[in-house]
């Protein structure tokens, strides 16, 4: 009988759980939806604005175009996983990732950047070794 008991015990926790987060990925999802139309329309109406009096290229319109539409979508998609409860951890990962690469393309830059300049240094430094 405890098996039975601890497996209808399990079934209601997770009937529990799940009617308690249900109604959370309903509204994520309509949130979703109305952010998707949202961000079609802001597009549309960018498109239909005149930037030729700017006199701006079309290949810059355009990929200010792309811009706003991956930012856009990134943005909703950081809004719908923050309601869901589970943005902050995302964002935070995110953050670190995108600092450690940048960590790592600063130092390999300045690194290559500066490679002549150490060798150099490097070949003095032996010059000097040896002399003394």
């Given amino acids: ?46 498109k239909k604005l ?5 006199k701006i290229d079309n290949a810059l319109i355009s990929t200010l175009m792309d811009i706003v539409w991956y930012l856009g979508k990134l943005l909703l998609v950081l809004v719908v996983l923050d309601y869901l409860g589970i943005g902050r951890t995302i964002i935070g990962a995110f953050v670190n990732g995108l600092a450690f690469a940048i960590a790592i393309a600063l130092g390999l830059s300045f690194g290559k950047a500066l490679e002549p300049d150490a060798k150099d240094l490097v070949q003095k430094l032996r010059g000097h070794i040896r002399r003394s």
């Fill in 50 to 54: 005149d930037l030729g009096g700017l």
């Fill in 1 to 46: 009988m405890e098996f039975i008991d601890v497996l209808v015990n399990s079934f209601q926790q997770l009937l529990n759980q799940m009617a308690f987060f249900l109604p959370k990925l309903i509204v994520a999802v309509v949130i979703w939806f109305l952010g998707s139309y949202l961000l079609k329309l802001a597009i549309g109406i960018l």
